[in-house]
């Protein structure tokens, strides 16, 4: 049985990975005033572009309905059955519409990932692993939806003018955070994102103190595969957060660029590091 394994761009996975994992991506856009983009790592230039010019943030555009439809057939045509990871209910509308889709149609599944970027970035290849050891569609949904809480997905931003632009921060939060030059943690928590610890100086021992206290805090890895994921980053911020999971024993660590999704929330100098934290036992 042929099954594809798809997602949303905002998977944020290396091309590398998309094409020797036959990953099937649909893109989300992005509205950048009377400009449309196709979302993806390439899109982040262009929206700090944008938004240095006109202090605005840009939209993203899930797909609707009768997109999904079209986009489901095309796939069904060459596989047999589609397991589609959506981006988290939580966060977007996309999950919702694919459902809507799905059920008009036969052997599609809709995954709620309830989570963003790399976070679903796991739970693809996770799936798409299971898909090549010939389990069954459903059997591959359930396993997946049993993972899926393991995922620690989590980022510390740099500024926050960008969560302040989006109505998440007030500004008197934001004067005081620039003032005191702290660098919130986002934690992705039952689908969504929330605030947690707050670091103080450079981005660079930021970073290095953040992954001690994530990889402390969640302290039961699957070490076969880590993630870490920035909108920008200086080679100082990547470095540490490499050298903090090779310290705890990650074989194999990809860095990658965060999409349109997570740059157009949390601006630049954004970095996180994923993981599964089930030790593998699954």
């Not at 700090?48 to 999904?68: G, I, V």
């Not at 660029?257 to 934290?277: D, K």
Request: glycine share 8%; charged share 25%.
């Amino acid at each position: 049985m042929k099954i594809a394994i798809s997602a949303e761009s905002t998977c944020d996975l290396l091309k590398e990975q998309i094409e020797e994992n036959d990953i099937k991506i649909v893109p989300f856009t992005i509205i950048l005033g009377d400009e449309v983009i196709n979302d993806g790592p390439e899109a982040v230039d262009e929206i700090f572009d944008y938004f240095k010019k006109t202090k605005s943030l840009p939209k993203t555009s899930a797909l609707n309905e009768e997109d999904y439809t079209k986009y489901f057939n095309s796939l069904l045509k060459d596989y047999d059955s589609v397991i589609h990871i959506a981006l988290s209910s939580g966060l977007s509308s996309s999950y919702s519409h694919a459902v809507s889709s799905a059920e008009k149609l036969e052997n599609v599944y809709v995954i709620d990932s309830q989570n963003l970027s790399t976070g679903i970035g796991l739970l693809v290849l996770y799936a798409k692993s299971l898909a090549v050891k010939g389990l069954k569609p459903k059997e591959i949904v359930e396993k997946v939806e049993k993972r899926k809480s393991s995922v620690q997905a989590s980022f510390v931003i740099d500024k926050l003018d960008f969560l302040h632009k989006g109505g998440r921060c007030n500004a008197l939060a934001l004067f005081g955070a620039n003032l005191l030059k702290i660098h919130p943690q986002i934690i992705v928590s039952e689908g969504t994102m929330k605030p947690a610890k707050k670091y103080r100086g450079k981005m660079g021992k930021v970073v290095e103190n953040y992954c001690a206290d994530v990889l402390t805090e969640f302290n039961n890895a699957d070490k076969s595969i880590g993630f870490i994921t920035h909108t920008t980053a200086t080679p100082e911020m990547v470095e540490n957060a490499k050298k903090a999971m090779q310290e705890a024993g990650f074989e194999n660590i990809y860095e990658t660029i965060a999409g349109g999704t997570i740059t157009a929330h949390c601006g630049e100098n954004v970095l996180g590091i994923l993981y599964f934290n089930d030790g593998g036992n699954v």
